[in-house]
């Protein structure tokens, strides 16, 4: 059984030395924190068994110690993966179809927009865009023959100001 109350205790007793533990380890401020709360996770999940332990402290070192060796070895192998493929290439700068069509997506509501990703980037049907957004069929039609309207008056307007 957990004890929250020696829990908090154990944590306010220890979470600033193993804080600085951890930092010491990784070099890496938010990855240490990332490091300390997952170990303090794993921490209150064995509470019952741990709050008899003579030094539960050591054991947040040692689960500490070896989750920051796991995050080394990750790296060492995107390291690796990196040498032999070299980084990624430059990423293109969007064309100036897409600037205008983010834009006008923007003026859409937040309905119109997911509907008209969802019909026109996965190719959903509108019975499944009902599902998914758990709302009648005639609604999606709605939010998808408004939408659609609402994007041509946006970038007719958008095509004749580029003119």
Excluded at 82 to 110: F, K
């Amino acid at each position: 059984m957990r004890d929250g109350e020696s829990f908090d205790e154990f944590y306010r007793g220890t979470s600033r030395r193993l804080m600085h533990y951890a930092y010491a380890l990784t070099g890496d401020l938010g990855e240490a924190q990332d490091l300390v709360q997952e170990v303090y996770v794993r921490a209150w999940q064995r509470w019952g068994r741990l709050s008899r332990y003579d030094s539960a402290d050591s054991w947040l070192r040692l689960v500490l110690a070896r989750l920051a060796t796991d995050r080394w070895r990750r790296i060492g192998g995107l390291r690796t993966a990196l040498t032999r493929s070299g980084p990624p290439g430059p990423v293109a700068a969007p064309g100036d179809e897409t600037v205008v069509l983010v834009a006008a997506m923007r003026r859409l509501s937040e309905q119109q927009r997911r509907a008209l990703a969802l019909h026109y980037l996965y190719d959903l049907s509108i019975d499944d865009i009902a599902a998914e957004t758990a709302v009648p069929t005639g609604t999606v039609k709605s939010w998808l023959s408004r939408g659609r309207a609402a994007l041509a008056e946006v970038l007719s307007g958008e095509a004749s100001e580029v003119k």
